[in-house]
Every structure is written in structure tokens, then in C-alpha cells.
């Protein structure tokens, strides 16, 4: 398996290529040059697979045996998950006949950010040993510098993925007074030499600007080896593909269904996905063009709605206002202006809306998708906003819709699920990004687009991204006026216990200003023992 750009102008990168470079040299993001199908009898054979055994074999799809072999997939792949407070790893929690919560946030920093970092951190480690190991060299050791922006919650799961790890230095930027006091906490107390936080006076968008600045500086990045532990690195959507697929098996499961039944195939399966920078529900479009089978991917966004608007107008177009138009909503980390992982499924759309007579690898036609993606985000750079045809959405329509919601609607989801009016409901506590994909899907069966099992064939799974102790404010806020509710009973976690009075460490970044950060990484390194 070889990797190409999204924007043309890089192909046939080994996986360890894509993932150690993270962003194309064209500025683009690194995809697979096609997407493998599924063996003729995984329903069969993967039936009863663990999380790990299922990483296993959806990762080796991806990942030829000459670059990491099977033996040390499977080590990389249980250290990465023995870190995680569940044995399932993503859980499947039903709420009623029809609505089911994965938790993805049983990992280090309670985020589902986690299942991919704790496994690109081993990942990052065990290709610079092998460098290392390899080198003739004398006295030549190969290092990695990270940096990565964050609305939240990547920061925190970057940091505990890379922390400690040998000649790794992480740099994570995250916007200042816009992340919420558990998640500044979570990154800002790890003290462990090689991490480093930016606190940037500035929004989300203008932290990943800088970071794709960094990236795009031959010389800055030359000198210090950039990785990437954003979306944009294909690792991360590769990770995420798996609870996808644990999600499939664990429902058949509970319901006692052979997935290789007709039973099986008469079930809908729909996935609703909190979404802001288009990573967590890309991952689930290629379980799908894998051979997963899903009827929907919902595209749950708040009020900071580009991807909405797409659907409905064939327009991706920034929103403008104060702070370049983002907007300050319950759900900080969907705070967003442009999703950069959407460029992935662009190219999908453009390379798929050509016809080409059956020639689904027609490397012509490759290379004018790559055009078309490039042209398009020329056009967002230089004028805020490009247009795509009737056919693209279209195509997008066959998996993807969206809904989009307020912060009302958020506030009163998560009073909704935690004393629901139905007696078949499991009251719950969600998040506030949770919340937006719940109440997203609600949307729908309310619409009529989707008729729950078991009187319809519909089953909605919801992904949740975060535990609600991360977000206290808002949950406290919608639940202050539910009789006996108490936060530190009902929803902190032990670990967030006197998080908030540690010790922290971060630098200020004055404003947002790439060259500003390039001195504050420069510094940092020298402090940290680096020469360069």
C-alpha cells in the first residue's frame, strides 16, 4: 500500500513516509492509492475479535508486512490500548430500543482523541528506533519534532501519547481562553521534559494556520523534522476507522445476531458523529467504502456550521464576524472554521464524479482529482469560499447528511437524556459535543428518516467524543435545575480531583504570529538539550 496527496503533486509514499512527513509537500493530506476491501469472511471470522485483534487486521489492511510486520503490529497495537480504562476500549452503551452511545473516552485524557494517539505516539517511537537502529552514520540520531494545534482535546491526548517518548519533543498551540479549565489543565500540568504547550492569543483556525505554516517553512521543517499529530496525519483517521467496525460487532452481539446472518443484513446501521475538524466521521466513510455496512454518517456540527452548509448549498464558504467568524459555542473543541479533513472526502468527490469507463484506478484521472482539490482550496485561500457541482453532492448524499445545533438545543439535549421523559430510557450524562450528535440524530427520527429497531430497521449509534467532566460548565449549567443532581457525585472522575491546583507549565504567545512560535520552539528545544 502506497500513499498519494490529496493536491497532486506527491505520490507513492510508504505508510511511514505519510505518517512521519503528516502533510504533503504540496500542502496537501496523504490518502491511500486505493481503499482495500474486506476479506471474503470477516463478518465470520471477526465476529468475536477484541478491539486489539480488530485493530490488527483493519490496520494490516493499510500497512504492507515489508514496513512493520505483523508481530510488532500487534505489540504496537496492545501497548497502545492497555493505557485504557475499559476492556472493550470504545464500549457500547445502549440508551433505548434504537440509540446507543460509543464511549470513546476511556483512554488517558478521557477524549476520543486517545484511540488514535496513544497508538501514533508508539508509532512515531518505534519508526525512529528502527532509524536509529539502522544508521551508519556515527554519532547521526534521527529526532522528530511534533507540533500540533488544538481546540481541546488533541492537545491533552498528543501530550499523553508522546510524553516520555524517546527523541520525540512535542509543541502543541492551543487558543487562550478557549479550551475549557480540564483541558488546559490536562495539558499544562504535564512537566515531563520533552512537552511544551503555546497558549496563542488568537482562535483555533489561527493556531492550525501557523501550524500548516510551520509545515509548509523547507527550512524550519528541515531543521527540526516535523510530525504531525493532527488529523491531517493519515495515522490518526487510520486509527479511528476500527471502533467503526467494534461498534458493528458489539451491537450484533448484544442483540445475540450472527453477523453473517440474513438476520444481520436486515439491520441499518447509522452512525451520528459530533464534527468540526472532519476527522472522527471520515474515518467511518472508509469503514464504509471498506465494506462496513452503514446506511448514514451524520454530520453533527454546531453553530460554527460550514459542513451544513455545504449540504445544503454545494458551497464550503468561511463564516465571517469578529474572531474570523468562529463562533463561541458549549462545544469548544467543534469550534472551527474550516475542516481540514474535508479535503480527504473532496478528493474522493472529484476523482469519483469523473467518468472513466470502469478504470476505478485510472492514474489520469488521479492526477486531475488532485487538480480540482488543489484549485478549490486556492480558491477558499484567496476568496473565502469555492463552489462544487450537482454531481459531488450528490455523491456525497449517498453516505453523508448533516444537521446542525444550537446551543439551546445542546443545553437541552443533555437535560433531555439525563431525566428522560421515556421510562425505556436510560437516563445518561452527555458532553456537550456528544450532546450535538444526539441531538443531531434525534433530528432525524423525529423527521421520519429513520425507523428504529426493532420496529424498523434503523439502528443509530452516536459517537461520544469526550467524558462530561471535561466540559463542567456546560453540564452543570443545563442540569443546575434537576433535583439531586450533583457533578462531583454523578460525573467527575477521581483523576480530575485537585487537577485543576497542579503545577503547570506554558508559554504565551503574544499573537498569532508564525515566526513568534518559531522562536518560542527554538528556545524551548535549546532549553530541552537539543542542538540544531
Not at 15 to 22: C, H
Not at 263 to 268: F, L, R, V
Not at 411 to 431: H, T
Request: contains cysteine; glycine residues 6%.
Amino acid at each position: 500500500m502506497q500513499y498519494r496527496s490529496t493536491r497532486g503533486q506527491a505520490k507513492n509514499y510508504s505508510f511511514e513516509e505519510a505518517v512521519m512527513t503528516g502533510l504533503g509537500p504540496d500542502g496537501g493530506l496523504f490518502i491511500p492509492q486505493s481503499i482495500p476491501t474486506l476479506p471474503s469472511n470477516w463478518r465470520e471470522a471477526w465476529a468475536n475479535y477484541s478491539f486489539q485483534q480488530l485493530a490488527v487486521e483493519i490496520l494490516s489492511l493499510y500497512i504492507d508486512e515489508t514496513e512493520i510486520c505483523r508481530k510488532d503490529l500487534t505489540e504496537l497495537v496492545n501497548r497502545s490500548y492497555a493505557t485504557f480504562r475499559s476492556e472493550d476500549v470504545t464500549p457500547l452503551f445502549k440508551v433505548r430500543d434504537g440509540l446507543y452511545v460509543m464511549e470513546l473516552f476511556h483512554g488517558p485524557t478521557f477524549a476520543f482523541k486517545d484511540v488514535a494517539l496513544q497508538f501514533v505516539g508508539n508509532l512515531f517511537e518505534y519508526f525512529l528506533e528502527r532509524k536509529n537502529r539502522n544508521e551508519t552514520e556515527v554519532g547521526k540520531t534521527h529526532r522528530l519534532t511534533v507540533v500540533g494545534a488544538t481546540s481541546g482535546d488533541t492537545g491533552s491526548a498528543a501530550i499523553y501519547g508522546l510524553r516520555g517518548k524517546k527523541n520525540v519533543s512535542v509543541f502543541i498551540l492551543h487558543p487562550n481562553g478557549r479550551v475549557s479549565p480540564i483541558q488546559e489543565a490536562q495539558m499544562t500540568t504535564v512537566l515531563d521534559k520533552n512537552v511544551h504547550n503555546l497558549s496563542v492569543e488568537g482562535t483555533f483556525d489561527d493556531c492550525q494556520d501557523i501550524v500548516k505554516n510551520l509545515f509548509g517553512n523547507k527550512e524550519f521543517n528541515t531543521r527540526h523534522h516535523l510530525g504531525a499529530v493532527n488529523s491531517i496525519n493519515w495515522a490518526r483517521i487510520l486509527a479511528q476507522t476500527v471502533y467503526y467496525f467494534q461498534a458493528y460487532f458489539s451491537l450484533l452481539r448484544s442483540l445475540k445476531i450472527d453477523p453473517a446472518s440474513k438476520e444481520a443484513d436486515k439491520i441499518q446501521f447509522d452512525f451520528s458523529v459530533p464534527t468540526g475538524n472532519f476527522g472522527d466521521v471520515l474515518a467511518g466513510y472508509y469503514a464504509y467504502r471498506m465494506g462496513l455496512p452503514t446506511k448514514k454518517l451524520l454530520i453533527a456540527t454546531n453553530e460554527n456550521d460550514i459542513l451544513y452548509r455545504f449540504f445544503a448549498s454545494q458551497a464550503y464558504e468561511k463564516q465571517t464576524g469578529e474572531d474570523g467568524g468562529v463562533k463561541s459555542t458549549l462545544s469548544p473543541a467543534m469550534d472551527i472554521l474550516v475542516s481540514s479533513n474535508f479535503e480527504r472526502l473532496l478528493w474522493y468527490l472529484a476523482r469519483e464524479s469523473e467518468s472513466d469507463e470502469g478504470k476505478s484506478d485510472n492514474e489520469e484521472l488521479c492526477d486531475k482529482a488532485g487538480q480540482t482539490v488543489a484549485g478549490w482550496m486556492q480558491e477558499l485561500k484567496e476568496k473565502g469560499v469555492f463552489r462544487v457541482d450537482d454531481k459531488a453532492v450528490l455523491k456525497a448524499r449517498e453516505i453523508f447528511d448533516a444537521a446542525r445545533v444550537t446551543d439551546a438545543e445542546t443545553s437541552e439535549g443533555i437535560r433531555a437524556f439525563y431525566e428522560p421523559k421515556d421510562s425505556k430510557q436510560v437516563p445518561y450524562v452527555l458532553d456537550p459535543h456528544t450532546a450535538v450528535g444526539v441531538v443531531a440524530a434525534e433530528k432525524f427520527i423525529e423527521r421520519g428518516e429513520f425507523k428504529t429497531y426493532p420496529e424498523g430497521p434503523d439502528v443509530l449509534i452516536c459517537l461520544a467524543t469526550a467524558h462530561p467532566a471535561k466540559f463542567s460548565e456546560a453540564v452543570e449549567n443545563s442540569l443546575k435545575q434537576v433535583a439531586g443532581f450533583n457533578f462531583e457525585k454523578d460525573v467527575l472522575p477521581t483523576e480530575f480531583i485537585g487537577l485543576l491546583e497542579k503545577e503547570r507549565r506554558v508559554s504565551h504567545v503574544e499573537r498569532a504570529d508564525p515566526q513568534l512560535v518559531i522562536k518560542v520552539i527554538e528556545k524551548e528545544l535549546r532549553d530541552e538539550g537539543i542542538s540544531f
